[in-house]
Structure formats: C-alpha cells, structure tokens
C-alpha cells in the first residue's frame, strides 16, 4: 500500500521566519495530496491541499508544491505566527482507495 | 457546516471489556473512517466504509470491527479491550470522489486498564 514518509518530526523558528515540511509518497498513481493541521486537543483540519495535475497552489500564508516524478510534495508557511505552532500532517491518497495515508506529522513550534 | 459528532471524548475500560465508540456525520457522506492516532506514529487507517453495510480493512484492523447499518453511522467496536489499544480514536467522514475533503470528528480518548 501507499507509504508517506513525513520530515523533519519537529521545527522550531522565529516568529516571522519561514517554515517548509517535506513529504514522500511510494504510489505513483495517488492523486490528491492534502496537508492537515492540528491545534492541542483538537481535532485535525485541512489546511490546503493538491491534485496530482497541478505543481502549485497557494493560500494566503500556506503553499503546496508537488513534484510527481520526485514522488515529493511540500508545505511552505511564511511569516509564521506563534497561532502556527500545532502539528502538521501530510496526507496521500492512492488512485484506487477511498482513504487518506498519513505522514506521521510534524510538530511545529513559532517562537515570538 | 459538516459535523461529524463521536458520541464519547474520554473512557476508561477494563481489560477485555466489549467497547463501542460512535461516530454520526450529519452531512450525507458516502465514505467514513475510523484512524487511530498515537505519538510519533501519525494517524494510522483502522477501517472505512464507502456505503451502507460495506467494510473494508485499513492497514491495523486486528482486535477491531465495525458497523455501519445507518448512512450517517459508523460504529468502532473493539471486542475485548487491550492495554495496546490505548489511544485516540478519530472518526472521519467525507463524499466520494477524488479531492473531497475528509472532515474529522474530535476524537476520543481511550484509555484500558
């Protein structure tokens, strides 16, 4: 099955700084790529996502890139703020399932 | 707003008890999930179903079932609890279809004693 393997495990930056967190997936078919994050006893929540014809997509603060012949996408936060601190999941879904395989997240820490 | 609602936040069970955690989503989604989430081990897939009484195995099914007899419910049973099943549990639900986004519950806390 779909393996993603998710780094680094934990980030630490300065408030304003960038941060990027790095994902690979084993299927070549999966198709849709989607990043989740998850505050303190909440629940997770998607924060952005990606199919797999597109190389880019941005959100206010939040981009995804994808390179599928790398088999690697990545989230890009700038400017980041202490209310970005949470873990953060990347996620794959493989072109015959219904499910999500998760990376086994990061934990991000902004620093004022 | 999707709402998907896990009836208990916080249990405690006694080693080889039958436990039941109920998942309701409110908003006519085809496909639920039931994920395990542990520390350093990211969320794992237990089971998911993509229609009424239809089941499929995730990657960590042993020690698990499920029902699903309801469209908008879907039931994790753990038919005699383990210490090794301590954890959280997340429900999720989302419309089938590439790119629908999986909404999840907001998990709940098992603990076995």
């Known amino acids: 099955g779909e393996n993603v393997e998710q780094h680094p495990s934990t980030l630490s930056v300065q408030e304003g700084d960038s941060a990027v967190i790095k994902c690979t997936y084993s299927?070549?078919?999966?198709?849709?790529f989607p990043w989740y994050k998850q505050e303190l006893g909440k629940r997770p929540q998607l924060i952005i996502d990606i199919r797999s014809n597109v190389g880019e997509k941005k959100d206010q603060r939040i981009a995804v890139t994808l390179n599928k012949t790398a088999k690697h996408f990545s989230l890009h936060i700038t400017e980041t703020q202490p209310e970005d601190s949470a873990v953060y999941f990347c996620a794959a879904r493989p072109h015959s399932g219904y499910a999500l395989n998760f990376g086994k997240g990061t934990s991000l820490l902004v620093t004022p | 707003d999707v709402k998907v609602t896990q009836s208990s936040r916080y249990l405690v069970k006694r080693t080889g008890e039958k436990v039941f955690l109920e998942c309701v989503q409110d908003?006519?989604?085809?496909?639920m999930f039931w994920y395990r989430q542990d520390p350093g081990l990211g969320l794992r897939l237990i089971y998911f179903s993509y229609d009424v009484k239809m089941k499929e195995k995730g990657d960590i099914p042993e020690g698990y079932s499920v029902s699903r007899e309801k469209k908008e419910r879907f039931s994790l049973i753990l038919e005699s609890a383990s210490t090794n099943q301590t954890s959280m549990y997340l429900c999720?639900?989302?419309?089938?279809?590439?790119?629908?986004?999986?909404?999840f519950g907001e998990g709940s806390w098992l603990t076995v004693v």
């Open positions: 908003m006519d989604h085809e496909n």
């Open positions: 999720a639900s989302n419309l089938g279809g590439v790119g629908n986004t999986i909404y």
């Open positions: 299927d070549s078919a999966s198709n849709y």
